[in-house]
């Protein structure tokens, strides 16, 4: 099916492991963006990028690291995730740089124990 | 930064307009303004955008006044099916990508 989609949905881990989150895009859009939802709070963008293999950061990249290697995939790793990582993940692409309709994905909820 | 605001919370009955203002002094040149809904445990959905006076789509209507220092979402005849938290943003993916800010939104509850 054609869309935006994010596995896992749900994911328990401890501190300290390495985690990734995945997003997949068919619709073969430039822009992709990550962003984290705290209980309560409004989306901050983790890191975003325009086109494969090019990347950059957002608003709170800091224990991030996120790859581009193909145009429908846009991978996003805790490298050690702490606590304060815990959160609801948004993924998101954007067709045309002109245009800021951003499609999200269904989000994945992560527990860093 | 292009940071918006808007009222924390609103609320307002079924067959009713409501109105949400987001303020937004510092709006550069090239920033678009785009209007988000959000239900609880789903991602953002696209509203409407506008870059100045009124664009209107099938589910609402957007007013930026002249001077884009504040905008103003309207949703005609809400129903109980359009509560859910509304975000404001400004920004200009192409130019400041980085700078996109969601902020706390606007929690619009309808009752009956």
């Known amino acids: 099916d054609a869309g935006i989609t994010q596995s896992p949905r749900y994911k328990i881990t401890e501190t300290g492991r390495q985690v990734t989150l995945m997003c997949h895009q068919t619709w073969s859009h430039s822009y992709m963006f990550w962003y984290r939802q705290d209980l309560g709070h409004g989306l901050r963008l983790i890191y975003y990028?325009?086109?494969?293999?090019?990347?950059d950061k957002g608003e709170v990249p800091d224990g991030y690291v996120v790859s581009r290697s193909k145009t429908e995939n846009f991978p996003l790793t805790l490298e050690s995730a702490t606590r304060s990582q815990t959160s609801v993940y948004f993924c998101?692409?954007?067709?045309?740089?002109?245009?800021?309709?951003?499609?999200f994905g269904p989000g994945t909820r992560l527990t860093v124990l | 930064l292009a940071k918006t605001t808007q009222p924390i919370s609103m609320d307002s009955y079924e067959g009713q307009e409501v109105n949400i203002t987001c303020s937004h002094n510092?709006?550069?040149?090239?920033?678009?303004i785009t209007w988000y809904q959000q239900f609880p445990s789903q991602g953002p959905r696209f509203i409407i955008q506008?870059?100045?006076t009124k664009v209107t789509n099938e589910v609402a209507s957007l007013f930026i006044p002249a001077d884009r220092k504040s905008s103003t979402l309207s949703l005609p005849r809400v129903s109980l099916s359009d509560t859910a938290v509304y975000y404001c943003?400004?920004?200009?993916?192409?130019?400041?990508?980085?700078?996109?800010?969601f902020g706390s939104g606007t929690r619009l509850s309808i009752r009956p």
């Open positions: 998101a692409s954007s067709e045309r740089a002109s245009d800021n309709e951003q499609f």
């Open positions: 990028s325009a086109a494969a293999d090019i990347t």
């Open positions: 510092n709006i550069a040149t090239n920033d678009y």
């Open positions: 506008g870059y100045k």
């Open positions: 943003l400004v920004g200009d993916i192409a130019s400041s990508a980085s700078k996109i800010i």
